[in-house]
């Protein structure tokens, strides 16, 4: 009797150890990014930078349990984030190492190992919405979301918006000099909003965003820094008014997970007076996955629009555009909702962004 079963195929047994490595390596950095963010919370990195320290003198200046430090600073000396010396049992943090790991700017990376965290939380709904569609809506991840994405976009407002982001757009900081009405749609905590505030008083800035917690930090924040000429208000940006009209609407960060991103383009466009500009901060990707196989950062962006981005858009019955919507998509739309004049700019300090300034005719 012959048999019915294909050949089995010629297993590399090389290329499954490397394979399996690779996976190894995976879970091992998804750990270990834990580890990072528990360092960040605690203040661990901020204890060890300056000057060494064995597991108890760190454990003293961080005023935390010795034993779980010590645990803690094997897992950094063994992935390489601090060195150790058995001579002396120091642990010390190199000093570019703390560049990535300390401080509020845009250089600290540590904020962004949090969201591994936050978004494997709803792993059990998200699976549920593969096998049946729908989605994790976004008052699922919220309050702990609207932390995460502050420590996320603030240190590179604080460093790049009106330095480097803004003077992208051609004649865009005069303009908001001389004093314009302006918008900003998904603005989160709206530090975005309250940074361009104080630095452009002739203007006025309003931040708009469907969750009340975020836009209550942003007032508070707007009330300790005595700005006169901001104000945050709850809405679906669907809604946008269009009267009176708006000289400049900004978007960080935000199209790609509305539920309706079409309908909030075209919105944005009605809502600018003739002139005005649409400043579209959104990710750098292109549309196409094999144009994406080569971007280093495109697992990233593809893992954080299915585990976020895109789930909380089809949660809502929406588009489901995700991160990765790519550059010639978002043309495209930009096009569809009347938009004609768009030049695309590099976001300094952020590999991951790209500036789409709009120009309404
Ligand atoms: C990824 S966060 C970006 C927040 C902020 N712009 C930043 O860069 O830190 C997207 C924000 O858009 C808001 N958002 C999403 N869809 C919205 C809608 N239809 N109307 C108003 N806000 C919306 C979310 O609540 C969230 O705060």
Redesign the pocket.
Same mark, same amino acid.
């Given at each position: 009797m012959t048999s019915t079963h294909p050949p089995e195929p010629t297993l590399d047994t090389g290329k499954v150890e490397e394979f399996a490595g690779r996976l190894f390596e995976l879970t091992t950095g998804g750990l270990l990014s834990h580890l990072v963010g528990i360092g960040h919370r605690t203040g661990l990195f901020d204890a060890l930078a300056g000057a060494s320290a064995t597991s108890a003198e760190l454990a003293r200046r961080a005023n935390l349990d010795e034993r779980y430090v010590r645990e803690w600073l094997g897992a950094m000396a063994t992935g390489g984030i601090v060195t150790y010396d058995p001579a002396t049992k120091a642990f010390t943090l190199p000093p570019e190492h703390a560049v990535c790991l300390r401080g509020s700017t845009s250089t600290n990376l540590a904020p962004f190992t949090l969201a591994v965290a936050h978004l494997g939380e709803h792993l059990d709904e998200l699976i549920e919405a593969f096998r049946h569609g729908g989605g994790v809506p $976004?008052e699922r991840f919220r309050p702990r979301f609207t932390e995460i994405?502050?420590g996320m *976009?603030r240190g590179l407002f604080d460093d790049q918006l009106v330095s480097g982001i803004l003077p992208v757009v051609p004649g865009l900081p005069e303009q908001l000099g001389e004093g314009v009405r302006a918008a900003?749609? /998904?603005? /989160? !905590?709206g530090? *975005?909003v309250n940074l361009m505030a104080a630095a452009y008083p002739a203007s006025t800035f309003v931040g $708009?965003? #469907? @969750?009340p917690d @975020?836009l209550a930090r942003g007032r508070a924040e707007a009330g300790e820094a005595g700005l006169p000429n901001v104000s945050f208000t709850e #809405?679906? +940006? +669907?809604e946008l008014p269009t009267e009176p009209p708006f000289d400049v609407v900004f978007a960080?960060? !935000?199209i790609h997970?509305? @539920?309706e991103p079409a309908r +909030?383009l075209s919105r944005v466009h009605d809502a600018l007076a003739p002139g005005g500009v649409f400043v579209m901060m959104d990710t750098r990707a292109a549309t196409d996955l094999a144009d994406n196989l080569d971007n280093p950062f495109a697992p990233l962006l593809y893992s954080v629009s299915t585990l976020h981005c895109m789930t909380v858009s089809l949660a809502r019955g929406g588009a489901g555009l995700g991160t990765v919507w790519g550059e010639q998509l978002a043309r495209t739309m930009l096009a569809d909702a009347g938009f004609t004049d768009v030049e695309v700019y590099d976001v300094p300090d952020d590999p991951l962004d790209a500036v789409y300034a709009c120009r309404r005719p």
């Open positions: $976004y994405m502050d *976009s900003d749609i /998904g603005c /989160g !905590t530090h *975005s $708009y965003d #469907l @969750a @975020a #809405l679906d +940006v +669907v960080f960060d !935000t997970d509305q @539920a +909030v």
